[in-house]
């Protein structure tokens, strides 16, 4: 049975992060260990566990996912690699469907992934609770019928939730630390991976219930570093990545995204902004579609000329 490590990135959410631990202890397969790189200052008060748990210190001024990402695996001592987002719990088959899954596949593997409403993981919670209130996210593809399903295109990647052997992360060089702060370093891997001819494939399995967090998506929080990522993305592609984002972006009149010049932020997000953008308690997840629909039929009605009333 191949060992597998499964990595956390974690900065805050200690509730979240406990949930993690507790959804690794009833694992099928125990992990070979748990690495977390923890963005803080201090290490975070876990409880003992029946596997090694490690807490790599990876700090920097803005949020260093890729680099966390790296230092995780370069911490790890697993043949494969499970990444998972601080807060998704795993359930009890998720490092035994990515041991199955990476023995059939050299490839980048995607678990299933379901949401949680607000309060789902207060108190004593249990895997048939999270299973009557999670809901599938409206605008990401589910996974296969069963087994394998390669995707054809790298943006499809999401980092939530996936898994690689470790031997083929190290020799495509990891993430590219270049990109700091939130947004792009996991398409950035995502188009390596394709221009390696590394498969993308969905899974059957591997499912991890996200737990409830108020965000806000499009990351408008995240404007500075999510243009700053676009443009470096372009220059080292030749084309900007988070169009969507970008595209909301510029019509909340937030950027001007004129191509073929740099892309110029034009205010600060407001409390408007904030408002529409952010997840509230009865969403168990947040989408960018939801909000570029409304803001283009604002768009729509703010140019339809009145209807005059009929005359007699």
Request: charged content about 25%.
């Amino acid at each position: 049975m191949s060992s597998v490590s499964v990595v956390t990135l974690a900065k805050g959410r200690s509730a979240h992060l406990r949930n993690v631990l507790r959804g690794l202890e009833r694992q099928t397969q125990k992990p070979a260990e748990f690495i977390v790189a923890v963005m803080q200052d201090a290490p975070y008060d876990l409880p003992e566990v029946g596997f090694p748990v490690r807490q790599i210190p990876v700090r920097s001024a803005e949020l260093p996912l890729a680099a966390a990402r790296n230092a995780g695996v370069a911490a790890a001592s697993g043949a494969m690699i499970a990444f998972l987002d601080v807060d998704c719990i795993p359930t009890p088959g998720f490092v035994a469907d990515y041991a199955r899954g990476l023995g059939e596949l050299d490839g980048l593997l995607m678990g299933e992934v379901l949401h949680l409403p607000e309060r789902a993981t207060l108190g004593a919670w249990d895997y048939p609770d999270l299973a009557r209130v999670a809901e599938k996210h409206s605008d990401r593809r589910g996974p296969p019928a069963s087994g394998l399903e390669i995707c054809t295109d790298y943006r499809c990647f999401w980092s939530l939730n996936f898994a690689i052997r470790r031997a083929t992360f190290e020799a495509v060089g990891g993430f590219d630390e270049r990109y700091t702060g939130y947004g792009g370093e996991d398409t950035d891997f995502g188009k390596i991976l394709d221009r390696r001819g590394i498969p993308i494939a969905w899974m059957k399995g591997a499912l991890a219930y996200h737990q409830y967090h108020p965000h806000h998506m499009p990351p408008i929080h995240h404007l500075d570093s999510v243009v700053r990522n676009a443009e470096l993305f372009e220059a080292k592609w030749g084309y900007r990545t988070m169009g969507h984002w970008l595209y909301a972006f510029k019509a909340m009149g937030l950027i001007d995204d004129t191509p073929d010049r740099p892309i110029r932020i034009l205010r600060r997000p407001d409390a408007a902004d904030l408002a529409l953008t952010g997840q509230q308690a009865h969403q168990p997840y947040t989408n960018a579609a939801s909000v570029i629909r409304h803001l283009e039929a604002r768009e729509r009605d703010a140019a339809e000329p009145p209807t005059l009333p009929e005359t007699a």
